[in-house]
Structure formats: C-alpha cells, structure tokens
C-alpha cells in the first residue's frame, strides 16, 4: 500500500483566464501563482482552507462544454470535484445572492448538496455538514441489503 496522505491539488483546465479567475476568487480563492497559463501551465488557486486548484490552460476546443457530464456518451474521467462546507443554507445563500446557477442538488440521509459549474461547466458539488459522503452511501448499501 502506498502512503498517502491527502490530495495536493485538483487540475482544471478553463477556457478564459480572467473569467475563471474571478469565479474562484469569488468563493474566495486566491491566485498565488501564475505557472505559465498561456503555454499549459497552471494558475495556482488556493483556498484558506487548504484547497488547491490549478487552472490550466488555455482549453482550445469545445468551449463550454464538458464532455463528462453534458454528454450522454459517458467518457471516463474525474466528473466533479466534492467540497464539504461548514452549512448547507449559508453555501446556498451566498450561490444565490452571487448568481451562481445551482446545476442540481440532492438531500440524502440528512445532507443536503448542491452542484454548482465553473464558467467552463466544470463541477463542483458543495456538500453540506454531516457524515462523510462514503460512508452515506456505504451505510444506504447495507441497510439496503445490495
């Protein structure tokens, strides 16, 4: 067994340096770093949380679509990246007041989540507190009897 210890960074590859920067900032990111976004290297985004994406770039084909999940082809790949956050109602409030389309949600077992998309359709599922979703779902295939 390997020894990990917890995911470093997520790649997002966005089509629009200055759009895709701003929507992170807005759930409050912080651009720490420009790699070499015009050559394929990433933007360095860093939450205070911890969290860290790299926007790659520049996408140049099927701006504006993502073909995980908008296509009834299903490709393999990472769809959506899981976010766990302190209260459902205040990530709810705070994508509204913003205008962030909510692309879907689900309330499962007494979680609440919703799943926003970045300005290139890439998700995010923003998970309300409670249980962790694995164990949810591995508890749901027990008493299921699956």
Known sequence: MLDMKNIDHVGIRVSDRARSVAFYELLGFELIADGGFDQGH???MVHPSGINFNLLGP???RQGENV????DRKYPGITHVAIKMGSAEATEAFVTANGIEITGR???RGTDTIFIRDP???VLEL???GPAVADLIADHVVQSGQ
């Open 120 to 122: 290139d359709r890439n």
């Open 42 to 44: 990433p933007l360095v």
């Open 127 to 129: 998970v309300g507190p």
């Open 68 to 71: 995980l999940m908008d296509e």
């Open 106 to 108: 689900r309330s499962f």
């Open 59 to 61: 996408a140049t084909a």
